[in-house]
């Protein structure tokens, strides 16, 4: 007798497997106008957030911190903190597979369509792709003589500490920081603000050799490429 979730899930894995390569092979194409690209790429980025918790980021910071300041004692205590906090999430992690495996996505995210913290997030989602849809079809010229012309596709770094990656791809300097939250999180940097309105704290870092850098994403990827900064840190290129 066949186990009908389980052939369920199978069939679930295969559609997303074969969506998956179907949207990365569109969206490299010419045949989207820019305007479609950019929400597609907003529905992705609401669900791509980072496996870890606020508190494990906090935590790295805080280690980070008290190692810049020679303090061993509060080092350690922090480590031991983290290692707690880590037990946990993975304990965590363990029960949503066991999870997983008994149920389909699907009937997972209709259980949590009353919880107010998914609503915010599929409502906040819906009323951004409303937004956004509007002005493209009330501006469709927009951008227009730029699309013409083929576009250089950004380079994309993956940057790895301590057996954890995150990518930080090298956009267009109009490109607000707060996109790749995740990766400026990884290197110790911290945001005030929420969404799209979240601005970093600082707007420089100190080199290695005690000079001050503008941040943004190239002086980042260059200092980490030169070994000039972020020590413990190392970026390979996509």
Same mark, same amino acid.
């Given at each position: 007798m066949s186990d009908s979730h389980t052939e369920h899930s199978a069939e679930e894995s295969v559609v997303a497997l074969h969506s998956k390569a179907e949207y990365e092979n569109a969206i490299n194409l010419s045949q989207h106008v820019p305007a479609a690209k950019i929400i597609s790429e907003m529905v992705l980025d609401a669900f791509h957030t980072s496996k870890e918790s606020d508190q494990i980021r906090e935590l790295r910071i805080a280690i980070r911190q008290a190692h810049d $300041?020679?303090?061993?004692?509060?080092? &350690?205590?922090?480590?031991?903190? #983290? +290692?707690?906090?880590?037990? !946990?999430?993975?304990?965590? =992690?363990? !029960?949503?597979?066991? #999870? $997983?495996? +008994? @149920?389909?996505? =699907?009937?997972? #995210? *209709? *259980?949590?369509?009353?919880?107010?913290?998914?609503?915010?997030? %599929? &409502? /906040?989602? !819906?009323?951004?792709?409303?937004?956004?849809?509007?002005? !493209?079809? =009330?501006?469709? $010229?927009?951008?227009?003589? +730029?699309?013409?012309?083929? +576009?250089?596709?950004?380079?994309? @770094? %993956?940057? =790895?500490?301590? /057996?954890?990656s995150v990518t930080l791809p090298l956009r267009t300097p109009r490109s607000r920081l707060n996109v790749d939250r995740e990766a400026f999180e990884f290197l110790g940097f911290s945001f005030v603000g929420e969404g799209d309105e979240a601005e970093l704290e600082v707007e420089s870092f100190v080199d290695n050799s005690g000079a001050e850098q503008p941040l943004s994403r190239k002086s980042v990827i260059t200092a980490l490429q030169q070994q000039t900064a972020f020590d413990g840190y190392s970026i390979a290129q996509q």
């Amino acid at each position: 007798m066949s186990d009908s979730h389980t052939e369920h899930s199978a069939e679930e894995s295969v559609v997303a497997l074969h969506s998956k390569a179907e949207y990365e092979n569109a969206i490299n194409l010419s045949q989207h106008v820019p305007a479609a690209k950019i929400i597609s790429e907003m529905v992705l980025d609401a669900f791509h957030t980072s496996k870890e918790s606020d508190q494990i980021r906090e935590l790295r910071i805080a280690i980070r911190q008290a190692h810049d $300041s020679f303090d061993d004692d509060q080092a &350690y205590d922090l480590m031991g903190q #983290l +290692k707690q906090l880590k037990d !946990a999430e993975a304990a965590d =992690s363990a !029960a949503l597979e066991d #999870l $997983s495996s +008994k @149920f389909s996505i =699907s009937r997972i #995210l *209709s *259980s949590f369509k009353d919880d107010p913290e998914f609503q915010e997030l %599929v &409502y /906040g989602l !819906a009323l951004k792709v409303l937004n956004q849809s509007h002005q !493209a079809i =009330s501006n469709p $010229s927009a951008g227009k003589g +730029k699309a013409s012309r083929p +576009k250089k596709e950004a380079e994309v @770094f %993956v940057i =790895s500490k301590d /057996g954890i990656s995150v990518t930080l791809p090298l956009r267009t300097p109009r490109s607000r920081l707060n996109v790749d939250r995740e990766a400026f999180e990884f290197l110790g940097f911290s945001f005030v603000g929420e969404g799209d309105e979240a601005e970093l704290e600082v707007e420089s870092f100190v080199d290695n050799s005690g000079a001050e850098q503008p941040l943004s994403r190239k002086s980042v990827i260059t200092a980490l490429q030169q070994q000039t900064a972020f020590d413990g840190y190392s970026i390979a290129q996509q």
